[in-house]
């Protein structure tokens, strides 16, 4: 069967223009959403289940925010979870995904709609949340605080973290919005008593529900290895990324083995808690300008071990393609 070069050029362009939509779509989807979109693009549907559950729009949007990275997570990625619900009573899709544990068990939603709707359903339906209720739904300082003696996070700074969130961007705003739309909030329902007897307080292990929140620093925390980081910002040194982070200086040091002068580079991966002795991959090609703290940086391997599983000492350096082992050992 033979084509005329007309419908082989007509083909050619059409596959062209499908692909380069193919690309625009997946660069899109990759690209991190900002501060101001992820607000712009979630503020409805918390105006919306305000008005439907009484949850503040400013604590649901903060609570997003810290949970997220501003939608920026896997969990918010993947799962289109922006609130780290675990999959405890959860009868719906799920995502494994490692957190304190290894492969632990996360809610998964078609929509991030259905996020936010399911983080409403999720206080309204725990007993030890029903206080927060009877407060002023545009007093977020009081459900900031409220939350915090719930349980929702082991934090002692989430209360005011809350309210840093919403107080840098103006999230107040949308608590006045609801209240001017309905005039009044729905009443709910009492959530205080079961039967005739008084609810349970808070269980200690309320927070287990939820993945822990890159707190003050509105970073997302990501595993390699099975081992918690976050990425370097232009001015990170040890000192600023204990604090924000709630750790020492020397933890920061010590767990990325680190020079007392070593500088952090914008884009580093900077672990929070030890790496171990052996990588998930098999192998890595070193690459042009690649060290071996680079590669043992990159897959969450102390150097020590990564160099005696290659025969390497400390002052040398892999060349361009060389094979570096990161299980086994090197014959």
Known sequence: MRYSSK?????????TVVFCLLFHVHAEAQRSMTREEYIA???????????????????????????????????????????????NGWNGRTMLQDDDRKNECFRAYNSATESFRDHSQFLRTRPWYASLFELNPT??????????????????????????VIEENNLSQYDQMAI?????????????TVGSRP???????????????????????????????????????????????????????????????????????????????????????????ETMYDISQQYGILLDHLLSRNQMELWQQPTVGQRILLRGRAK
């Not at 419908?7 to 596959?15: P, R, Y």
């Not at 001017?180 to 205080?192: F, I, K, Q, S």
């Open 7 to 15: 419908a082989v050029l007509k083909k050619l362009f059409l596959f």
């Open 41 to 87: 693009t979630y503020r409805d549907i918390a105006i919306e289940e305000m008005r439907r559950n009484g949850i503040p729009a400013s604590i649901k949007l903060a609570q997003g925010i810290l949970e997220s990275g501003f939608g920026n997570s896997e969990l918010a990625r993947v799962a289109n979870n922006h609130f780290g619900i675990k999959c």
């Open 139 to 164: 007093d977020y300082k009081a459900w900031a605080h409220g939350l915090r003696r719930a349980g929702y996070a082991t934090n002692p700074r989430y209360a005011q973290l809350l309210i840093r």
């Open 180 to 192: 001017a739309m309905v005039g009044e909030l729905p009443e709910l329902p009492n959530l205080r």
């Open 199 to 289: 609810a349970s307080p808070a269980p200690t292990q309320t927070v287990e529900d939820f993945a822990p929140v890159s707190f003050e620093t509105y970073r997302v925390v990501k595993t390699n290895n099975r081992i918690k980081y976050v990425e370097a910002r232009p001015g990170d040194t040890p000192e600023s990324l204990a604090q924000e982070l709630d750790m020492r200086p020397w933890q920061i040091i010590r767990y990325n083995e680190m020079q007392e002068s070593q500088q952090i580079r914008p884009g580093q991966i900077v672990y929070l808690q030890p790496k171990r002795k052996k990588g998930v991959k098999a192998v890595h090609i070193a690459q042009p300008g």
